[in-house]
């Protein structure tokens, strides 16, 4: 056994105890009788003398030994009626035996973070009740559960790779598509409810246009159907959305292809200023909002409306891959439009690489790239309608008319074209 490797595990089984301790002593009522320090880093040291001797029978004693200790000690104290310090002394007792594992194995470490966030959750006690008692009602908790169902346990379930004619049919992306929508719906409820209806609405459309501006279009219509008299503000997060697409597009663009980045920065610059404008002007008329969520949205989870917009998705990434199998690679434009109506990023891609493998010039990779977001925007315009109304997406269509016409007038200026 290595001198060193002892100590080193010693020293996190003291910190790991004087932690968990620590919390639980500050934490006993007045009069309340309750394992302490000394007790917990007992507890710790047991544990990493039993791994460090790597005796599995006697660290299956020395665990019962202490499990029988806590139970009379639990039973003598009859003003006490919870287990939570006896649960946390067990599992001081295991941090103990996982500081012997090899360094490479990441155990000490693992071991030490594992502590941090036991005692943070220990010391979160009263919030953590208040949380679930006051806080978040039962619909919200059963369609988190839901929600996290079909992350969780449908996703991994699903077969990968393509199938059908022109293998368009990809289970795992068109859910992926469906968990997407579903998440901003989800998580843009749970912001309203805490930051009120303007702050959260306007930070879910930056976070969903950062995850897919298309999902996010999908949802913000449909709420805004559903909401009539709130549509200037789902109105104000879909445009915020698809302002924050074309960051994102740059991004991606200066990691597979700086110079097609460069050459499109100052178009995608001026088109994401011209969406964040017409933003701050739209807020200037929207009256500030901080109540929870109105009666008819209790539910934060919406799958049949996904599944829709799942299936409408899929459908057009079969007449996307259909309409590229027969224009042929070698139309640039072509695959730009067709492949950008379903997913800018995937045309941008093959237009940036295509520059790379000198197939194209660079004039023509930026005009593939501003036909792809172009197509894409026709596509979200379309989904608004089917899922929103008339008005939310004759809105949303003026809104990428600004920006696609700023972004269009400086690419001229620039002569690109």
């Given at each position: 056994?290595d001198l060193?490797?002892?100590l080193?595990?010693a020293?996190?089984a003291?910190?790991i105890?004087f ?7 500050s ?6 009788r309750?394992?302490?320090v ?6 710790a ?6 791994g ?5 029978y006697?660290t ?8 029988i200790?806590l139970?009379?000690?639990h039973f ?11 649960m946390?002394a067990i ?7 996982l500081?012997t ?7 000490p470490?693992?071991a030490?973070?594992?502590t941090?966030?036991m005692?943070?959750?220990l010391?979160?006690k009263?919030?953590?009740?208040k ?19 079909i ?9 990968e790779?393509?199938y059908?004619?022109y ?6 992306a068109?859910?992926?598509f469906v968990?997407?929508?579903?998440s901003?719906?989800?998580?843009g409820?749970?912001?309203r409810?805490f930051l009120g209806s ?8 930056v976070?969903?246009?950062l995850?897919?501006s298309?999902?996010?279009t ?8 559903e909401?009539p008299?709130s549509l200037?503000?789902f109105?104000?997060a879909?445009?915020?959305?698809n302002a924050m697409q ?7 663009l200066y990691v ?10 100052p178009?995608?610059?001026?088109m994401?200023?011209?969406?964040m ?5 739209m ?10 969520p109105?009666?008819g949205?209790?539910?934060p989870?919406?799958?049949?409306p996904?599944?829709k917009?799942?299936a409408?998705?899929?459908?057009m990434v079969f ?9 042929g690679?070698?139309a640039?434009?072509?695959?730009a439009?067709?492949g950008?109506?379903v997913?800018a990023?995937a ?7 295509l520059l790379?493998?000198?197939?194209i010039?660079?004039?023509m990779a930026?005009?593939a ?6 197509t894409n ?7 608004a309608g089917?899922?929103?109304n ?5 809105r949303l269509a ?6 696609f016409?700023a ?5 001229a200026a620039?002569g690109?074209?």
């Open positions: 056994m060193s490797h002892a080193r595990a020293a996190e003291l910190l105890g932690l968990v301790g620590a919390e639980r002593e934490s006993r009522e007045e009069g309340e309750q394992p302490g000394r007790d917990f880093i007992v507890i040291l047991v544990g990493t003398i039993c460090l001797l790597g005796l599995a006697l299956v004693a020395a665990l019962l030994s202490i499990a200790v139970a009379v000690f003598q104290a009859s003003e006490r009626s919870g287990v939570t310090t006896e946390a599992a001081t007792f295991c941090l103990g035996v500081t594992l090899p360094r490479d194995t990441f155990g470490a693992t030490v973070a594992v941090v966030v005692v943070l959750l010391e979160a009263r919030t953590l009740h949380f679930i008692r006051e806080t978040v009602t039962e619909t919200e908790f059963n369609d988190t559960l839901r929600f996290l169902a992350i969780f346990v449908i996703y991994p379930v699903l077969p790779g393509s059908g004619p293998e368009a049919f990809s289970p795992r068109i859910w992926l968990i997407l929508v579903c901003i719906s989800y998580i409820y749970f912001l409810k303007g702050e959260g609405l306007r930070l879910a459309g976070l969903g246009g995850a897919s298309t999902a996010a999908a949802s913000f219509a449909r709420q805004a159907r909401e008299k200037p503000m109105w104000q879909g445009v915020l959305a074309f960051p994102r597009v740059l991004v991606l597979i292809s700086p110079p097609l980045a460069i050459g499109v920065t178009v995608l610059a001026v994401t200023a011209a969406g404008i017409l933003s701050w002007l807020a200037r008329g929207i009256p500030v909002e901080r109540e929870a109105p009666a949205l209790r539910n989870f919406r799958l049949v996904a599944l917009f799942g409408l998705f899929a459908a007449l996307s891959k259909a309409g590229l199998a027969l224009a690679q070698q640039v434009l072509w695959v439009a067709l950008g109506s997913d990023d045309a941008i891609v093959a237009a940036a690489q790379g493998n000198a197939s010039s660079p004039a930026a005009g790239v501003l036909l792809a977001l172009a925007a026709l596509l979200k315009i379309a989904i089917y899922a929103g008339r008005i939310f997406a004759r003026l809104a990428f008319a600004a920006m016409g972004g269009a007038l400086l690419w620039s690109m074209i």
